[in-house]
């Protein structure tokens, strides 16, 4: 426990320096005109009313196409607060590298709008090499939104992001996701942010999407759903150095909604904490779908007061959500942007898949408490089942005084090495 504490602490400070460093460089920058183009030259005023998207368009069309003389580099200066409306900064890029640093603040208009096919606030697309650093806070504003309306942007997306960088940023209130990802390779995300209150609905940290190569580590995640989400078409994923809560935990899936195919494979969830979170590690899918989750490991986690530690659902339904035709039109966007035709052609026929397989998934040094009595729940179809499940030195009690944790498991086959909580052979 102490040695979490200090951990989290150590991130807590790491931040701040980092920002401090951000500081020093955009002084330099203002000083020697060293690659940056900052918003304020392309006419945004930066006072929090003002709308300042087109300036921010001009600014980018300068980066990215080399209009600005080779200036690669986007600046949001510090100080202000610009208030911009739904855009989308589109690559290609000239150069094979360019920056959109974020020294202020960005809020989006205090009101609800159409948030159409593809519902993002930030959207970046086909933007190779882009490398998104922080300092300044984006603010989605979400309180508007939640509870009120069905169509909910994403505060920020990246689709077709190759060798993006993303550091240092600050997030909070986004009306739904934070944080998309999707349909990109060799992604390096850290030093992030983000929070919501616990009671905001769908406010996941990152949502993962068709990526490959995908790296996650020391950052603070704190909202109303899923602190990280890794859906269909993801592999080759680390997560590291997490603190997470409040929220769902962090999750694979649910994969396999209304029949599709889903994929995912290549999971490493490591050395994380999960403080007072619904779900703790959960893998979760629909019946009726088809596919596979494997080669999935979660080490070195420790839990405080988590709901479900450790949970794999394979019977999934969606419970308080209830969206079903929005998470349709949002999941056809986490797809490649792919058309309605060939979105259609991932169906399994009818919806009859036999379901999404899981299987090679080990658990290695969880511990910690769980806030329910029921610490591992192992829910696997009847028909199809969870194969070459490991349980390595998993140690949990409970949060309550008094109460004795067990573990719950159907149609699982596996074992376990020197854990005090199990409910397969011991190997």
């Given amino acids: 426990m102490k040695s979490s504490f ?165 997030h909070l209130n986004s009306p739904r996701n934070h944080i998309g990802l999707s ?54 994923i680390n997560i590291t150095g997490i603190f997470c809560g409040p929220g769902h935990g962090i999750s694979i899936g649910s994969l396999g909604v209304n029949g599709y195919f889903a994929t995912v494979e290549d999971v490493r969830v490591k050395n994380c904490t999960l403080t007072n979170t619904m779900n703790g590690v959960r893998i979760k899918t629909f019946q009726g779908g088809s596919g596979y989750a494997r080669k999935i490991s979660f080490e070195d986690i420790n839990m405080v007061a988590s709901g479900n530690p450790i949970i794999i659902e394979q019977n999934y339904h969606n419970y308080g959500k209830g969206i079903l035709n929005f998470e349709e039109a949002y999941n056809r966007y986490q797809g490649c942007h792919l058309s309605r035709s060939s979105f259609v052609e991932t169906k399994s026929q009818s919806g009859n898949g036999k379901g999404v397989k899981v299987s090679d998934v080990r658990y290695s040094r969880i511990r910690g408490s769980s806030a329910s009595d029921e610490a591992i729940t192992l829910n696997c179809d009847e028909n199809l089942g969870c194969a070459d499940i490991v349980m390595d030195h ?33 190997y």
Wanted: aromatic share 12%.
């Fill in 6 to 170: 200090l951990l989290f602490f150590v991130l807590l400070c790491l931040l701040q320096i980092s920002r401090l460093g951000f500081g020093l460089e955009e002084e330099f920058a203002h000083k020697t005109n060293n690659g940056f183009v900052s918003v304020t030259s392309f006419g945004a005023i930066g006072d929090g009313k003002t709308d300042d998207t087109k300036a921010f368009l001009k600014t980018w069309d300068a980066v990215c196409r080399g209009g600005s003389k080779g200036k690669t580099k986007l600046l949001v200066p510090r100080g202000k607060t610009f208030m911009i409306k739904p855009l989308s900064f589109v690559g290609p890029c000239k150069s094979s590298s360019v920056s959109f640093s974020i020294r202020g603040n960005l809020v989006p208009p205090g009101y609800t709008w159409y948030a159409g096919k593809y519902p993002t606030w930030i959207s970046f697309d086909s933007v190779y090499g882009l490398v998104v650093t922080g300092g300044g806070t984006i603010d989605g504003r979400g309180s508007v939104w939640w509870g009120k309306v069905q169509y909910r942007p994403t505060a920020m997306h990246f689709n077709n992001c190759n060798g993006l960088r993303m550091y240092n940023l600050q």
């Fill in 394 to 426: 998993v140690d949990m009690v409970s949060a309550t005084s008094g109460h004795k944790v067990f573990a719950s498991c159907k149609n699982v086959h596996g074992n376990f090495f020197d854990s005090l909580l199990s409910c397969f052979k011991k």
């Fill in 183 to 236: 349909c990109s390779e060799n992604i390096d995300v850290s030093g992030l942010r983000l929070t919501a209150p616990w009671d905001s609905p769908n406010t996941d940290g990152i949502d993962i999407s068709n990526c490959k190569g995908v790296h996650i580590r020391d950052s603070i995640i704190a909202t109303g759903d899923d602190c990280i989400a890794i859906n269909s078409g993801s592999s080759q």
